[in-house]
């Protein structure tokens, strides 16, 4: 009961409405759509079920309040952000909550998200003010040459599931800091985060029209309309692979800037001469965070022969000693996962690998009961050319396989099609380096877990996308450069 209190208070400050030039108001149609919780399988909340025309109306309101908001101080927007970076953290527990209760990942997860989230304000906050341009003179000597970072203009933003708060911060944060106007389109498993966050934003003082959210059970008929609208400059899309695809022809009708943070597969490389109590932690860490539902979750577990067995029955008895449950409660390691369906397909990677020959250390078995949980699974052996070996798994689920050189493991953990994150394990520094200059990753964590930060560039290569989000990179994917010539 305890536990319900908490999240009954969450969400009697959780606004269920759309969000469209400075007013709370129901969907044009009156229709809502549930949120479910997916550890109890109860329904937590109805939210409004935004369609085209309220898509529309809020392209209106970002459209109006474009030029007032680019031309907006840059101090001014920053101590904004800063004000919706204290009150984010003023309400963690709140945010948490609402986080564990749509999404899943347990409490502790939950407000590292809240923590993580934050600070792309804060940094965002602290960049507002340091957008420049540079000077300089033609080599004939006859031209002064300015340029300066003018705002692309409304943007449209796309976020996951995965991480509710967090990817919302990371889009909103630049946008507003660069003086773009925004729409956020939240995933309809879990918009009650997003909406609780942009209320944050409304009391931080954001003026009207300068975000909109519109919550909708048919991402399609929010996304169509406006990325066919010329008015609309932007998009910054995270989610799936083949969503991200579908929205880049989309864009082309208006040559839109597009920002893609797509799906990942990342290696996690663990050499003979590595720690491997610190490599077993790490890989943990890596395989757990979010219920291991996160694009540069650990996917694949290569390890050298020598230290296959020492590393792969350390991590099977990490894994069978975590506590699973729902996120609400204290000492659970991981949660469900978010959906029925997300569940059968782990199980059925799960499945076929077996069938193929991958030997089941710890888990594997999908539980009986309410809630979509799955166990904690090492799977042991997978013989090279298992589909669960290039395959973005989106679970609690590490397959281990074996590798014997270096030529070996960078062949393999560059055969899938994405690039988002690697994991290296090695105290050799040049074949850091080395290994570095020839994974085909956007990141590369080395000899510890996630490596996310607000301060640092995250984004993929290949079919994970392009574009940064984060660091000083991120403010750029919601600037254009101009260019001013002068006779000298
Ligand atoms: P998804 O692609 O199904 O949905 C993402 C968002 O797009 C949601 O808001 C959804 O409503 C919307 N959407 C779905 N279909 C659409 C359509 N036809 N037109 C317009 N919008 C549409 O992805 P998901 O299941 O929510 O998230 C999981 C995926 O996101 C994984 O592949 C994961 O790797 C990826 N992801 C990537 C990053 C990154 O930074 N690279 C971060 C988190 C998640």
Not at 16 to 33: D, H, K, M, V, Y
Not at 95 to 118: C, F, H, Q, R, W
Not at 127 to 145: C, F, H, K, N
Not at 207 to 227: D, E, F, Q, R, Y
């Amino acid at each position: 009961m305890a536990q319900s209190g908490l999240v009954e208070r969450a969400l009697a400050i959780t606004p269920t409405q759309l969000f469209i030039g400075g007013q709370w108001r129901p969907a044009e149609s009156g229709r809502t759509f549930p949120v479910m919780n997916p550890a109890t399988e109860e329904k937590l909340a109805d939210v409004a079920n935004g369609g085209s025309e309220d898509a529309l109306a809020a392209l209106d309101a970002a459209s109006q309040a474009q030029l007032m908001w680019a031309e907006t101080s840059p101090r001014t927007r920053s101590e904004i952000l800063r004000r919706a970076f204290d009150l984010l953290i003023g309400h963690k527990d709140e945010i948490a909550t609402l986080i564990t209760a749509e999404m899943g990942k347990p409490m502790a997860d939950a407000l590292s998200e809240v923590n993580y989230g934050a600070e792309f304000l804060r940094w965002f906050a602290e960049e507002a003010v340091r957008i420049s341009g540079r000077t300089t003179v033609a080599p004939e000597g006859i031209l002064q040459i300015f340029t300066a970072q003018r705002p692309v203009g409304p943007s449209l933003l796309i976020t996951p599931w995965n991480f509710p708060l967090a990817m919302a911060t990371r889009k909103v944060g630049p946008a507003l800091a660069a003086g773009c106007t925004a729409i956020l389109k939240p995933a309809s498993l879990t918009p009650l985060t997003s909406l609780a966050f942009v209320r944050i934003l409304e009391e931080a003082g954001v003026p009207a029209g300068v975000v909109n959210i519109v919550t909708s059970s048919s991402a399609s008929s929010i996304s169509a309309p406006l990325l066919a609208d010329p008015r609309l400059r932007k998009l910054s899309f995270t989610g799936s692979t083949e969503v991200g695809q579908t929205l880049l022809q989309q864009s082309a009708q208006n040559v839109l800037r597009t920002s893609m943070e797509l799906g990942g597969c990342a290696p996690f490389i663990v050499f003979d001469d590595a720690d491997i109590d610190q490599a077993v932690r790490s890989a943990v860490i890596a395989k757990t965070r979010s219920n291991g539902e996160a694009c540069n979750a650990a996917n694949t577990f290569y390890v050298q022969r020598g230290v296959a067995e020492e590393f792969t029955a350390g991590f099977a008895k990490a894994f069978a000693g975590l506590q699973v449950g729902e996120g609400l409660t204290p000492g659970v390691d991981l949660g469900p996962l978010v959906s029925s369906g997300q569940r059968q397909d782990v199980a059925r990677m799960v499945d076929e690998a077996a069938d193929l020959g991958a030997e089941r250390r710890t888990g594997g078995v999908v539980p009986d009961g309410v809630g979509f949980f799955y166990p904690p699974t090492v799977l042991g052996d997978v013989p090279e050319g298992t589909p669960i070996l290039t395959q973005e798994i989106f679970g609690p689920v590490a397959p281990v396989t074996v590798f014997d050189d270096e030529d070996e493991v960078v062949r393999r953990a560059n055969s899938t099609p994405f690039g988002l994150a690697g994991y290296l394990h090695t105290s050799d520094m040049s074949r850091v380096m080395r290994l570095a200059a020839r994974l085909e990753v956007g990141m590369l964590s080395v000899n510890t877990g996630p490596i996310s930060n607000a301060a640092a560039p995250f984004g993929g290569m290949k079919l994970s996308g392009m574009g940064r989000e984060g660091g000083t990179e991120g403010i750029s994917e919601y600037l254009e450069c101009q260019y001013i010539g002068l006779p000298r």
